[in-house]
T-cell receptor, first 114, second 112 residues
């Protein structure tokens, strides 16, 4: 049972345009959400997070939106750059800050083309 | 500042062989974790250690054992490797159980 779903295995975007990565979850107890970025042959690196008391969190070019009623979150990257090409994992937890119960999605491969 | 380091980077085992994956962090973190990543499955938690001296099972602990050797080091042992354990293994650490996790570069394991 996949509690965190990333239904798009891949996404291709032109440099300078917006990238939108989507994530859906089924567990209504999840209240903290994170995005990780992963390059080949490297471990995932933390990108941005959001708690359920917010519906938006920004960090530079990265913005995460949370729609609790729809159990949906999205990561917006504006403008997209070639260095953003990587696999992006959505993760969720029922413990504030993630803790030991981090549940990951299957990832979306983003390719930013020149 | 190396962050989280893992050894080896790549290993091939025969079914039934044993091996230990090593993980060390230099960030003075209290909590450490072992995940495995399989195609189409995301990252799944195998075991974690909330603090030195404690370990707990995660989502997929069967076939594995762990040791929190000290605050810096957290090892994962496969006593009798099986082809189903072919995967990429990631170690992670965090300041505490409520904090952001930082990952190592991974160990790619192939069990024949």
């Amino acid at each position: 049972d996949q509690q965190v779903k990333q239904n798009s295995p891949s996404l291709s975007v032109q440099e300078g345009r917006i990238s939108i990565l989507n994530c859906d979850y089924t567990n209504s107890m999840f209240d903290y959400f994170l995005w990780y970025k992963k390059y080949p042959a490297e471990g995932p690196t933390f990108l941005i997070s959001i708690s359920s008391i917010k519906d938006k969190n920004e960090d530079g070019r990265f913005t995460v939106f949370l729609n609790k009623s729809a159990k949906h979150l999205s990561l917006h990257i504006v403008p997209s750059q070639p260095g953003d090409s990587a696999v992006y994992f959505c993760a969720a937890s029922a413990v504030p800050g993630g803790g030991n119960k981090l549940t990951f999605g299957t990832g979306t491969q983003l390719k930013v083309e020149l | 500042n190396a962050g989280v380091t893992q050894t080896p980077k790549f290993q091939v085992l025969k079914t039934g062989q044993s091996m230990t994956l090593q993980c060390a962090q230099d960030m003075n973190h209290n909590s450490m974790y072992w995940y495995r990543q399989d195609p189409g499955m995301g990252l799944r938690l195998i075991y974690y250690s909330a603090s030195e001296g404690t370990t707990d099972k995660g989502e997929v602990p069967n076939g594995y054992n762990v040791s929190r050797l000290n605050k810096r080091e957290f090892s994962l042992r496969l006593e009798s490797a099986a082809p189903s354990q072919t995967s990429v293994y990631f170690c992670a650490s965090s300041a505490g159980l409520g904090e952001t996790q930082y990952f190592g570069p991974g160990t790619r394991l192939l069990v024949l």
